[in-house]
T-cell receptor, first 112, second 114 residues
Framework: GNSVTQMEGPVTLSEEAFLTINCTYT??????LFWYVQYPGEGLQLLLK?????DKGSNKGFEATYRKETTSFHLEKGSVQVSDSAVYFC???????????FGTGTRLTIIP | EAQVTQNPRYLITVTGKKLTVTCSQN?????MSWYRQDPGLGLRQIYY???????DKGDVPEGYKVSRKEKRNFPLILESPSPNQTSLYFC?????????????FGPGTRLTVL
């Protein structure tokens, strides 16, 4: 079956530091890949997505590239802000199936 | 404003007392689903619905029921709640065009079963 493995947290960084959160996946087909973000007390919001190999999703300074050869979709940001503190989820869905398979989530805390 | 709403946001109940968590979306989406979020496990799908009167089990359906009588509503029913159903629940919806579309999540319902 499908699965998503993401970097264990929590992760604590100083403001303006470089961020990487690793995500790898296992899928039987050709999935679409997503990063969702959950701010404290809120539901999940789509941060970015990529639907085919070598696609780069980007939003709010975050980027992730769909790497089929390494089955990875690592999240990066060049300079984090306090407002980026949240839980980040990597997820996948198969073509023709709306179900999302999630990783366990990575809690990110940015300190001033 | 496009949104998914859930009620209640917080609920404390006792074992065996039937409860319903409502979910409604105003985007005319065909697809709706329920997830539960537990520490260390991420989100897991409970049930989903492709359209009115069409529902199916997700990964963890035991102890839950759903119905889809109207396109906008997708209530989650716990007939006899147990403590292992204490969790954070999210409803989600998306359009259906034959390929993966962005899912929109509700704000969550935190349920405690004593």
């Amino acid at each position: 079956g499908n699965s998503v493995t993401q970097m264990e947290g929590p992760v604590t960084l100083s403001e303006e530091a470089f961020l990487t959160i690793n995500c790898t996946y296992t899928a039987t087909g050709y999935p679409s890949l997503f990063w969702y973000v959950q701010y404290p007390g809120e539901g999940l919001q789509l941060l970015l997505k990529a639907t085919k190999a070598d696609d780069k999703g980007s939003n709010k300074g975050f980027e992730a590239t769909y790497r089929k050869e390494t089955t990875s979709f690592h999240l990066e940001k060049g300079s984090v802000q306090v407002s980026d503190s949240a839980v980040y989820f990597c997820a996948l869905s198969e073509f023709g199936n709306e179900k999302l398979t999630f990783g366990t989530g990575t809690r990110l805390t940015i300190i001033p | 404003e496009a949104q998914v709403t859930q009620n209640p946001r917080y609920l404390i109940t006792v074992t065996g007392k039937k409860l319903t968590v409502t979910c409604s979306q105003n985007m005319n989406h065909e697809y709706m689903s329920w997830y539960r979020q537990d520490p260390g496990l991420g989100l897991r799908q409970i049930y989903y619905s492709m359209n009115v009167e069409v529902t199916d089990k997700g990964d963890v359906p035991e102890g839950y029921k759903v119905s889809r009588k109207e396109k906008r509503n997708f209530p989650l029913i716990l007939e006899s709640p147990s403590p292992n159903q204490t969790s954070l629940y999210f409803c989600a919806s998306s359009g259906w065009s034959g390929q993966t579309d962005t899912q929109y999540f509700g704000p969550g319902t935190r349920l405690t079963v004593l």
